[in-house]
C-alpha cells in the first residue's frame, strides 16, 4: 500500500534515513519517541515537506502522481492540524461534502449522534476527546482505503482512546484491504491493534516486526553478574546495567526459559522494548 525506499531528510542536527512497505490489509505501528522522526515520515508521504532523496509510492503511483480519486482514498489524522476551529460540525460536513468525491452523509451523521458531539457549537469550544472523535470520524467518512494516524489517541482517558480503537477495528473488519499506518505512544493500543511494527530511533529503523513475534518470542532477562558471565548470549540484543546485575532483551525468550530456568524472564511489552533498543546497548 505504501512503500518507502531510502527516504531521506535533514534538519539541523537530524537526519532521517528510512526504507519501509506498509503492506495492503494490516495495521503497522511507527513507534519510538519524541524527535525520532515519525512525524516527518507522515509529513514526507503526505508531501507536506519536501524530501531530500528517496521515493515514496502510494496505492502503487509515485505520491506525486496521485489523482484526485486516490487522494480520496486515504483518510488523515495528524497530531498537530485540524480543520479552523471556529467551524461547526454543521459546517464542516458541507466542506467534506464538497472535498471527498466519496463522502458517505449517513456514516458521518450516524457516528456523530452516536458519540453525541453538537452539531452547532464551534470546534474551538470542543473538549480535546471530541476533537480526537471528530478527527477519525473526518477521515472514516469518504471510504478511504489508507488511513494515515499520527498520535490520534494522544491526551485521550481510557474510555475515550476505546471508542477510537473501536472505530478502528472497524474500519479494519469492513473490507479485507484496508490498511492503517498508526503511531501511538500508548503501549496498549499499538498492542492490541497492530500487526506489524517498525521501531524508529533518531532517524534510523532500529527493527521491524510482527506484533505476535514481539509480544511471544521477545522477552526481558534480569540476571546478576554470575549469570551473566555463564550464560550464552547469542540471543540478547541489548544489555543494560542494574544494581542487582542486568536487564537483557532477548528476541529469543523460549531458548532462555528452557536452558536457564533459574534466571528471571518477565514477557516483553512495548514501553519495555522501546526503553531496552534505545537505553540498552548492544551485546
Known amino acids: 500500500m505504501i512503500k518507502i525506499n531510502q527516504l531521506k531528510k535533514s534538519y539541523p542536527g537530524f537526519d532521517l534515513n528510512v ?10 505501528g511507527l513507534i519510538g519517541k519524541n524527535g525520532s522522526g515519525k512525524s516527518t515520515i507522515y509529513k514526507s508521504i503526505l508531501d507536506l515537506i519536501q524530501i531530500d532523496d528517496g521515493s515514496i509510492t502510494i496505492l502503487n503511483k509515485d505520491k506525486d502522481d496521485l489523482s484526485i480519486e486516490d ?17 461547526t460540525i454543521k459546517d464542516l460536513k458541507k466542506i467534506l461534502k464538497a472535498s471527498y468525491l466519496s463522502f458517505d452523509d449517513s456514516y ?5 449522534n452516536l458519540y453525541q458531539l453538537p452539531w452547532d457549537k464551534q470546534i474551538r469550544s470542543f473538549s480535546f476527546g471530541m476533537k480526537s472523535k471528530l478527527k477519525i470520524i473526518c477521515a472514516l467518512s469518504h471510504n478511504a482505503q489508507l488511513l494515515l494516524l499520527d498520535e490520534p489517541t494522544l491526551g485521550l482517558d481510557v474510555i475515550a482512546r476505546d471508542e477510537i480503537l473501536d472505530l478502528l477495528r472497524e474500519f479494519m473488519e469492513k473490507d479485507e484491504n484496508h490498511t492503517i499506518l498508526i503511531s501511538s505512544h500508548i503501549s496498549n493500543d499499538l498492542e492490541h491493534l497492530c ?11 532500529l527493527l521491524e516486526e510482527e506484533m505476535d513475534a514481539l ?8 540476571v546478576d553478574n554470575k549469570q551473566m558471565k555463564e550464560m550464552d548470549l547469542s540471543y540478547i540484543l541489548r544489555k543494560k546495567k542494574e544494581v542487582f546485575g542486568y536487564t537483557l532483551l532477548t528476541n529469543q525468550k523460549q531458548f532462555y526459559l528452557e536452558n536457564y530456568p ?8 512495548i514501553d519495555e522494548f522501546i526503553y531496552m533498543m534505545i537505553k540498552g546497548v548492544k551485546v
Not at 512497505?21 to 503497522?28: C, Q, S
Not at 487522494?71 to 467551524?87: E, P, R
Not at 458521518?108 to 456523530?112: A, L
Request: charged residues 20%; hydrophobic residues 35%; contains cysteine.
Open 71 to 87: 487522494k480520496n482514498k486515504i483518510g488523515i489524522v495528524l497530531s498537530d492540524s485540524f480543520y479552523s476551529s471556529y467551524l
Open 195 to 205: 500487526d506489524y511494527v517498525y521501531m524508529i530511533d533518531d532517524g534510523n529503523i
Open 215 to 222: 509480544l511471544s518470542c521477545y522477552g526481558i532477562l534480569k
Open 108 to 112: 458521518f451523521t450516524s457516528k456523530v
Open 19 to 28: 526504507s519501509m512497505n506498509i503492506k495492503k490489509g494490516l495495521v503497522t
Open 262 to 269: 533459574d534466571i528471571v524472564i518477565e514477557n516483553n511489552n
